[in-house]
């Protein structure tokens, strides 16, 4: 996948002492996470997981399963994140999209989603799905709510870890791609 650019963001004061600097950006970059990534990547998605938002990541399931994040990084510093993970040959999903809090409302996370989408079309993919509490991000994005029986059982395996098993919280959103 190609490295994408956008020019001259401003990124926000931060509103977390898990998030560190940078506070002004000139460019931000976008391409696919390897291995010198993972401990930015465990401090962003863990700082979130502590809040109960997202499942908190180990650095061993970090390393299997870097091929399978793109990141965006400001000023050299890794500021977002969302991995693109294959249930089967036709179904895919949106997984660990984060971003630092202080570049919220820049449209990290959207070009993150998009270029997941159509990395997932590279594969063939013709379904993709998250599990969200942000649902109208993934509205937006083409996404609609559906019921967690449409998706396949394979997608619960993390579920079993959660401490929100037994009362999920979140949303289950899919889209359909062109196949």
Not at 126 to 132: I, N, V
Not at 140 to 145: A, Q, S, V, W
Request: net charge neutral.
């Amino acid at each position: 996948m190609d490295l994408v650019t956008i020019e001259s963001l401003r990124l926000k004061q931060p509103d977390s002492p898990e998030f560190p600097t940078p506070v002004s950006v000139s460019s931000v970059n976008y391409r696919k996470a390897s291995m010198r990534d993972v401990p930015a990547l465990l401090r962003l998605i863990n700082a979130y997981a502590a809040q109960g938002v997202m499942l908190p990541r180990t650095e061993f399931e970090m390393s299997e399963n870097i091929r399978d994040f793109s990141i965006a990084l400001a000023d050299g510093h890794l500021i977002g994140c969302g991995a693109l993970h294959f249930y089967g040959p036709t179904m895919g999903e949106v997984r660990s999209l984060a971003v630092d809090p202080r570049a919220k409302g820049l449209g990290i996370g959207r070009t993150l989603v998009e270029m997941l989408i159509r990395e997932a079309g590279e594969f063939d993919i013709t379904g993709l799905f998250a599990f969200t509490y942000v649902p109208d991000f993934f509205r937006k994005l083409g996404f609609r709510e559906v019921d967690r029986g449409e998706l396949p059982l394979k997608a619960w395996k993390d579920c079993l870890s959660c401490s929100k098993f037994q009362c999920c919280d979140e949303i289950a959103m899919l889209r359909r791609l062109p196949s």
